[in-house]
């Protein structure tokens, strides 16, 4: 490596999480969400998934007290998300507002699910308010997205750090 190319070069210390973060977009992507879940199959119910799947991993990362990984899967999250706003068409005036909304979406399904989960608050109606953006579907449609999406969280449960880090996610 050259001096030159060493001043401008920068280590990706989130590389590490990549597999993590793209399993985690895989299992958004699932079909079952959108058919037998009936989750928008939209730029908007894509994006609700693909949070609801992050919540649950971030929130495994903070029972593992993996503080670093948690952020750095974090900081995937908003480049992507960057991203995908920018290929919409929106321009750097609002690409800035529509990820600091999209991050504050994150950090309310966090709070919303880790409750649901624990039993603090009713899970599906966390799911209504954020996944179904308030309209709620039919009573087999959220009881699959409820059943299938704690099935997901009991399995990151029983995942050790490593598995979690290679991406190895439950399905």
């Known amino acids: 490596m050259t001096l030159l190319s060493s001043l401008f070069s920068r280590k990706d210390d989130r590389a590490p999480l990549r ?12 079909p079952h969400w959108y058919l037998d879940g009936a989750v928008a199959d939209s730029i908007d119910g894509r994006f609700d998934m693909v949070a609801a799947i992050l919540a649950l991993v971030l ?48 950090g309310g ?3 919303a699910y880790r409750a649901g989960l624990a039993g603090d608050a009713p899970l599906g109606e966390a799911l209504v308010r954020n996944l179904y953006r308030g309209q709620a579907p039919a009573d087999a449609a959220l009881a699959h997205v409820e ?17 979690l880090l290679a991406g190895r996610l439950p399905e």
């Open 59 to 106: 929130l495994r990362l903070d029972a593992l007290e993996m503080k670093v990984e948690e952020t750095r899967l974090t900081e995937l999250f908003i480049d992507d998300m960057e991203g995908q706003v920018r290929q919409i068409g929106f321009g750097d005036l609002i690409v800035g507002k529509q990820v600091g909304r999209m991050v504050g979406a994150l």
């Open 109 to 111: 399904r966090l709070d």
């Open 19 to 30: 597999p993590l973060y793209a399993a985690v977009v895989d299992r958004a992507r699932a």
């Open 147 to 163: 059943a299938r999406l704690r099935a997901f969280a009991a399995g990151l449960d029983a995942l050790a750090g490593d598995a």
